[in-house]
């Protein structure tokens, strides 16, 4: 797609695509960015992952408690609900990893995940339901330089999901161009669901503290 090979591994970095940096540069030839899109198109399309967007108004959920829980770990322990639910439902196992964001951060994020998996969530669900479809009670955290396929959809889709939820509810007007809303379009068919019903509201799409 972008001619010889590259020394290193083309990284998917929705920043880096939408700002032409580094070898997305090449996205500046119109038919370059046909080509691209394209096959960005088919790479999630024929992808095999479930979505779970987890969306918190941060400013309610701090005045909503007197000791309120880290937003961000707030939406973890939900995410984790889902995730060990569905592993569960399907009775396989499976592993966590999150993008690294800092030293500070990420030694929290790790006690965060640590605490669901030894004691569960406030939720109905205790720490069996996690320890059962786990693989390890420790959060991997890598780099967006690792290379990680999960970590670059995650990237790529986490903001037009999330301005698509927001729209749903009526928070903000519809945001995506033309290709984010192709992006939507392939994605939705990805979001978790109650399988007996199709239901994807609180099962792929989360809202805390609305």
Request: proline content about 4%.
């Amino acid at each position: 797609m972008f001619g010889p090979r590259p020394d290193k591994p083309v990284v998917l970095h929705r920043s880096a695509i939408i700002n032409r940096k580094g070898p997305f540069g090449v996205l500046c030839d119109a038919g370059k960015e046909r080509e691209f899109d394209t096959g960005l198109l088919k790479l999630v399309a024929e992808s095999k992952f479930r979505i779970v967007c987890v969306v918190i108004d941060k400013q309610r959920h701090l005045e909503q408690y007197a000791s309120p829980f880290h937003p961000y770990h707030y939406c973890l322990a939900a995410m984790l609900d889902r995730y060990s639910g569905w592993l569960n439902y399907k009775n396989a196992v499976g592993d966590v990893v999150a993008e690294a964001r800092g030293r500070v951060e990420d030694r929290q994020l790790e006690q965060a995940y640590r605490r669901v998996y030894e004691g569960g969530t406030f939720s109905m669900f205790g720490h069996v339901h996690h320890q059962r479809a786990l693989t390890s009670h420790d959060i991997k955290i890598r780099p967006k330089s690792s290379n990680i396929a999960g970590l670059q959809l995650a990237d790529i889709l986490a903001h037009p999901v999330r301005q698509a939820m927001l729209h749903e509810c009526g928070l903000t007007p519809a945001s995506a161009g033309f290709f984010g809303g192709e992006l939507l379009k392939v994605a939705d068919a990805k979001f978790n669901r109650y399988e007996r019903t199709g239901v994807v509201k609180g099962y792929g799409k989360v809202w805390l503290s609305k």
